[in-house]
């Protein structure tokens, strides 16, 4: 499949109320298998922010709740010009992926400047030094996903790499004719990655034709188009925006709607063993 050619659209949300006269109860869904976060339930007063960051807010989209059985925590982060961090990290096993949405930024990583913007991305090894600053003169906002890394004994961290979704070739899905593809930021069979923020994209009637259903957990970011998933035993309608949280084994397909594609970023748990449980031993 050929580079993207037409220009790609990202949807970030932008805060904001709504007015008293409006009463809406949305899409918002939370269920034992699935979460749905609808764009117009991402107001300001679902915001929260972070320590040793400024001029920034976020939407905490997902994190682990019980403790033991999620794995992840996703955010969108809204900077504004003059905001940033030189201490943006403070989990020292945490590793990260940053994918921008709206605007521009400066991402300092191992004492080397990017500029990233619309559809770049970075991946950060736990225990990296790294700044993150906004001088752009206008608001960024983009993705953060962050999971406490696996090392594996004879297995290396992987390096920190800065990349741009339009400089990667997505690969097909065998028999789909280009319907459905995926961009892959990472090889799938390189071990040291033990997760994978992926863009799964589906042309105008592209499908996931059967309920995959799975022990890695999702989250899904609506980044433009809409579609009809399946989340569990539901059918519900997402669009450009929308974000999905899918525990361990939630069965999942799609129908992409069109007029134009329907493309989202994927986070996904990979290639680790799970602890075994010891019953006391
Ligand atoms: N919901 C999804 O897009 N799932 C992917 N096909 C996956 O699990 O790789």
Redesign the pocket.
């Known amino acids: 499949m050929a580079k993207q050619s037409e220009p790609r659209s990202y949807y970030a949300p932008t805060g904001g109320h709504p007015p008293q006269s409006q009463l809406t109860t949305d899409r918002a869904v939370f269920t034992e298998a699935y979460a749905v976060i609808p764009k117009g339930v991402m107001r300001d007063i679902v915001t929260s922010h972070l320590p040793f960051w400024t001029g920034t807010r976020l939407w905490v989209l997902s994190r682990p709740l019980s403790g033991f059985a999620e794995t992840f925590s996703q955010y969108i982060m809204e900077v504004q010009s003059g905001g940033g961090s030189d201490k943006p990290e403070t989990d020292p096993t945490a590793e990260g992926v940053l994918f921008v949405v709206e605007g521009e930024m400066t991402l300092t990583l191992n004492g080397q400047q990017h500029q990233m913007k619309e559809g770049g991305y970075a991946f950060i090894p736990p225990s990296s030094d790294w700044q993150l600053h906004n001088n752009s003169g206008a608001v960024v906002r983009f993705h953060w996903v962050r999971k406490a890394y696996e090392k594996v004994d004879g297995v290396d961290v992987p390096e920190a790499f800065v990349t741009n979704e339009n400089d990667i070739t997505p690969l097909e899905m065998p028999g789909t004719d280009g319907a459905w593809s995926t961009t892959r930021f990472v090889d799938m069979s390189d071990m040291r990655h033990d997760m994978h923020v992926n863009i799964?994209n589906f042309q105008p009637g592209g499908a996931?034709p059967f309920a995959?259903t799975?022990v890695?957990e999702?989250g899904?970011y609506v980044l433009e188009g809409k579609a009809v998933y399946l989340l569990n035993k539901d059918w519900v309608e997402v669009e450009a925006g929308d974000y999905m949280w899918l525990r361990a084994f939630c069965p999942?397909a799609?129908y992409a709607g069109g007029p134009g594609p329907f493309r989202y970023l994927?986070y996904?748990d990979v290639n680790r063993h799970m602890k075994l449980p010891t019953f006391g031993r």
């Open positions: 799964v996931i995959e799975h890695m999702h899904l999942q799609c994927l996904k």
